[in-house]
């Protein structure tokens, strides 16, 4: 082998559609690779959007439970896949917030002492308080938040998903982002470690 050779090119990426279309037929390798591909993405925004392991788990078994009942009717060449899965992922994120009706503390933390020292409990403090920001934002500006920024989609497919225009989006992401920093800036120093 030269060494001065590229390397071998990985096997192509199937699309979506080919797969759903091999699944729909009893390809369980063709479905496997579709759940391999994309779980993490709906586990991470399911996560994002309840702050809870266990609930996002459940809201992605729903998610491709969905998805294994529509495989067999699945249209090529609609929705794409990804939109079509956090679509549903996102609607069962706020059908379970609404479900629970859980009240958040509106009370920041203690503030980290003033040793200087970012230990991992000031980290974790940290983390807990940027959560329960997100979590008190009303349903949409949260999935916005979620999906633009925690799932790196690009606005225009944040709207596909929620079903809006990108300029309604973008509205979401603006009004999050004021809030966000009204609610985090008594600890927002803290936060970026500047004093």
């Known amino acids: 082998m030269d060494v001065h050779s590229p390397p071998p090119d990985p096997a192509p990426r ?34 994002y959007m309840l702050s809870d392991r266990a609930e996002a788990e459940d809201v992605a078994q729903d998610t ?4 294994h009942g529509k495989i067999a009717v699945w249209r090529p060449g609609g929705a794409e896949l990804k939109t079509w899965l956090h679509r549903v992922a996102i609607n069962l994120c706020i ?35 940027t959560r329960r920001a997100l979590a008190a934002l009303p ?7 979620t999906l ?17 225009s990108v300029d309604a989006v973008e509205s979401l992401l603006a009004r999050a982002r004021r ?15 500047t004093s």
């Open 14 to 47: 199937i699309p979506d559609d080919d797969l759903v279309a091999r699944a729909a037929v009893g390809d369980h390798a063709a479905w496997s690779v579709l759940v391999e591909r994309h779980l993490r993405p709906i586990m991470a925004c399911a996560w």
């Open 95 to 129: 059908d379970r917030q609404r479900a629970r009706r859980r009240f958040i503390d509106d009370e920041p933390p203690d503030p980290v002492g003033d040793d200087g020292e970012d230990s991992l409990e000031s980290a974790l403090d940290r983390r807990r308080t």
């Open 64 to 67: 491709f439970l969905r998805l």
């Open 179 to 193: 809030s966000l920093r009204r609610q985090l800036e008594p600890v927002l120093n803290d936060m970026l470690g």
């Open 139 to 145: 349903e949409r500006q949260r999935a916005a938040i």
């Open 148 to 164: 633009v920024y925690y799932q790196g989609l690009s606005n225009r497919e944040a709207a596909m998903i929620l079903g809006l």
